[in-house]
Every structure is written in structure tokens, then in C-alpha cells.
């Protein structure tokens, strides 16, 4: 990758930079390499979204230790440019713009490797195994993981989607739906991975897991809820969500969050609240597409409905 002389530099020259936003820590080179800085969300313990920026004045080689917190699975939505990896023990991978990579890292030294001239942007979910376990399961985050080193899982080209999901991630200002929005993330490239699932049974524990999931559509029907973050925040796989809402409900998780949100939406025209806030407080951004929805679902523009100002 490298032709001339290069600049190796260990990853903790990087220092401090304040917070880019709300939630975001910045830690940033010295000036005198470029601009080259990562901004970093936490959102619990072992949960972490990593936004990156380098562009660097000189060829670059940043000395790190890949997983040194333990076992790690790495998301990286390569945005723009080409870095690679380079592990001590030969595994290397190259992170090329328009390009997803899933990779599993245990504690493990390695170098990332930055042209000058050439601007990279990524975006990272680094996910530990305490966390990989309580959403994948022991056996799928043991096969996942892998017994050490440096292991790609898989890599592909990004899709249009999912480049806006990633969009959306990297701006995030709103904690809870930058959350929803990374656990959503994480759950497509687990199904991605993981095998086709069989027909069966609900258990009692699978119908108390589907109950949980409409019970967060009540309480943050507000929100992006996706059947990927359902799938995440109550431990079952899309298959059993889906089939788990058709026996339970009778319907799909799309049509149900939709009948909850035109009858609290309903409600809230009734008491006076006005169109545009009616739509954000039934997670809609914008009431042009709330309207939409609204009179497909009632039969009635949501103006016909106002009441009386309080």
C-alpha cells in the first residue's frame, strides 16, 4: 500500500479534542498530520459507535491493539477513501469506501494504514462479547468470535439503505434513536450471518418477548422503531418476530405500530393538538407524510379531525 517514507505514530498520540456534539467525545492528532480525528459514542458498557475522519498530510501508520478490551465484533461502514489493517499475525483486511466489512478482533496488535492525501471516513459499532451474548446468544456469539487474531466474517458493498442508515448514525444528535438505530445495525448484519431460521412453536418465553415488543411501540411509538431494533431489544430473530405478531396479533409489526400510532394520533387531533405536533409525537418527521398516512388509514385528513384550541 505504501511506496515512500511513512510516518509511524501509536495510537495513543491521539488526545482529547472536546465534544463534537451532544454524547461525542473527539480525540484528534496533532495538527501538524492532518486533519485526522475519531468521535466516539458510548452507549453502554461494551456499546460503542466510532465515527472517523483522516486526512492526512504524510503516509501513515497507526500502531494499535485490535479487541484490547477483550473479544470485539467490528461493524465498519466504510464511507469514503481506502485504509487498510495490517494484524501482527499476518491477517490484514482493506476498508475501502462503499464497502461494509464485518470482522471479529481478540486482543491482538496491528497497524492502521492512512495514504496522505487520500480522506477517509468510516464508521464503526464495536460490540464485546458480554453484549454480542445477550443479543446473539453464547452459541452464535462463541462461532462468531472465533478463539483469537484478527477474522473477517464478511464484506460487500454497501447498499443504498443501508448508506443512509450509516448517514443517519454518523449525524445522529438524538441519543435514544442513535441507539435505536445502531441496534438496528447491529441485528441486520447478525441475520446477514446467521442461518435460515425454522417454522415452529412460540414458547411462553417467545409470546412474553412479543408482548415486550408491542409494549415498546406504546411507549416509544414516537420513534424509528424498525423490526430489526424489535428484533434486538427482545432477544427474538425477525422470523419469530413476524410470525410471533401474525399468531399473537394477527397482523404484522408494521401494520400494528401504524394502528397504534393513527389511534393515539386520532386522540391527540381531538384535544386540540396541532397537525405538525401530532405528527412528531407519533414519530413522524415530517406531516405532509403523517397526513398521507393518516387519511389512508381513516378515510380523513387529519385537519377534519383538529378540535377546539385548549
Same mark, same amino acid.
Given at each position: ?46 456499546? #460503542? ?8 498530510? %504524510?503516509? $501513515?501508520?497507526?500502531?494499535?491493539? &485490535?479487541? !484490547?478490551? /477483550? *473479544? ?105 434513536? #442513535? ?8 441485528? %441486520?448484519? $447478525?441475520?446477514?450471518?446467521?442461518? &435460515?431460521? !425454522?417454522? /415452529? *412453536? ?109
Amino acid at each position: 500500500m505504501f511506496k515512500t517514507m511513512v510516518t509511524r505514530i501509536s495510537s495513543t498520540l491521539a488526545t482529547p479534542a472536546g465534544n463534537a456534539r451532544a454524547g461525542w467525545r473527539r480525540h484528534a492528532l496533532p495538527a501538524d498530520l492532518g486533519d485526522c480525528h475519531t468521535d466516539r459514542l458510548d452507549f453502554e458498557d461494551g456499546l #460503542t459507535l466510532v465515527h472517523s475522519h483522516y486526512a492526512p498530510t %504524510r503516509d $501513515l501508520i497507526e500502531e494499535s491493539i &485490535a479487541g !484490547q478490551e /477483550g *473479544r470485539i465484533l467490528a461493524v465498519t461502514l466504510a464511507m469514503q477513501g481506502v485504509s487498510s489493517f495490517q494484524g501482527a499475525d499476518g491477517a490484514g483486511m482493506e476498508f475501502r469506501g462503499g464497502r461494509t466489512t464485518v470482522a471479529a478482533f481478540a486482543r491482538s496488535a496491528g497497524e492502521r494504514r492512512y495514504l496522505a492525501g487520500c480522506a477517509v471516513s468510516q464508521l464503526r459499532l464495536l460490540v464485546n462479547e458480554r453484549v454480542l451474548r445477550r443479543y446473539a446468544g453464547d452459541e452464535r456469539a462463541r462461532t462468531q468470535l472465533g478463539e483469537g487474531g484478527v477474522r473477517c466474517l464478511a464484506q460487500g458493498r454497501t447498499s443504498a439503505d443501508l448508506a443512509a442508515a450509516g448517514a443517519a448514525l454518523a449525524d445522529g444528535d438524538d441519543p435514544l434513536d #442513535t441507539h435505536i438505530r445502531a441496534l438496528t445495525l447491529l441485528s %441486520r448484519q $447478525l441475520r446477514a450471518l446467521a442461518p &435460515a431460521p !425454522q417454522a /415452529g *412453536r412460540l414458547s411462553d418465553a417467545d409470546v412474553a418477548r412479543i408482548e415486550a415488543a408491542h409494549a415498546l411501540m406504546r411507549k416509544h411509538m414516537d420513534r424509528d422503531l424498525t423490526v430489526q431494533y424489535l428484533c434486538l431489544a427482545t432477544g427474538l430473530n425477525e422470523f419469530k418476530l413476524k410470525e410471533g405478531f401474525r399468531r399473537v396479533y394477527g397482523t404484522t409489526p408494521h401494520r400494528l405500530l401504524t394502528e397504534l400510532r393513527m389511534q393515539r394520533a386520532w386522540a391527540l387531533l381531538e384535544t386540540g393538538c396541532q397537525v405538525a405536533q401530532a405528527a412528531y409525537r407519533v414519530g413522524y418527521r415530517h406531516p405532509a407524510n403523517f397526513s398521507a398516512a393518516f387519511t389512508r388509514f381513516h378515510g380523513r385528513t387529519p385537519k377534519s379531525v383538529f378540535g377546539p384550541r385548549g
